[in-house]
């Protein structure tokens, strides 16, 4: 069995350079890969192109490469949660290129599936098919997306073995899953690493062959991006 697990975040981000495209997992704040984000934030790579439904908050998530304006393009579907990004975008400063949820999910899919390209009807008529091809299927138009290519892709996990075999929990298992294995690395932090065995096969979300690098994240806050409690009656 091949042995995926390192010993901490700076061996698993070994190799990350600037200029790069980086994959990170997550939905709002909700299993983002906090471990992995605060060593970009350390190793200081710069001009980067994120791929991520949305940009986090102004002081956690990747809004924190957003401060240290880190990141060169934003590939994300929801960023109305961070003024810094706003700000970075209508200066100019920030390359953001607005994607459709489902189809920004279905190119991290694709990529991990091994297909070059997929047809959808989401954005046809619109800004997002501009310079695309569009082709009819019966009597309905669609629009050509290509796979994203990723150099690294970063997601979080509930637990995990050595051998990279993964578990979401809740919603979590949002655009994690679909990360695994569409970049050329795929690096997962854990909140449980075990071994090998540990695990039911029957549970397993993301075989291990999508995955090359494992550890066990720490001092995990989780935050809530929007809190809604219920007034006392």
């Known amino acids: ?47 980067v192109t994120c791929i991520s439904n949305n940009a986090g908050v102004d002081d956690f998530g990747l809004g924190l490469l957003l401060q240290g304006k880190q990141i060169k393009k934003m590939i994300s579907s929801y960023v109305g949660e961070n003024d810094e990004f706003e700000r970075q975008m209508l200066s100019g400063e920030l390359e953001v290129e607005l994607t459709p949820q489902g189809t920004l999910a279905e190119k991290c899919r694709a990529a991990q599936a091994g297909f070059p390209a997929f047809y959808t009807p989401a954005g046809y008529g619109t800004e997002v098919a501009e310079g695309k091809e569009t082709r009819e299927f019966d009597g309905k138009m669609y629009v050509l997306e290509p796979a994203f290519k990723a150099d690294f892709a970063f997601v979080k996990a509930w637990k995990g073995d050595a051998a990279g075999n993964l578990v979401f929990k809740g919603t979590s298992r949002n655009f994690n899953p679909n990360m695994c294995g569409a970049a050329t690395i795929t690096v997962a932090e854990v909140e449980e690493l075990v071994e090998v065995g540990e695990l039911d096969p029957n549970n397993v979300h993301i075989p291990g062959i999508f995955v090359q690098r494992i550890f066990q994240g720490k001092n995990y806050e989780k935050r809530i991006e929007q809190r809604t409690v219920r007034q006392k009656q």
Do not use: H
Request: positive net charge.
């Open 1 to 47: 069995m091949i042995n995926k697990k390192v010993n901490n975040v700076t061996e698993a981000l070994q190799g990350v350079k600037s200029g790069m495209t980086l994959m990170l997992g997550g939905f709002g704040l909700c299993g983002i890969p906090e471990n992995a984000i605060s060593e970009l934030v350390k190793l200081n790579v710069r001009d």
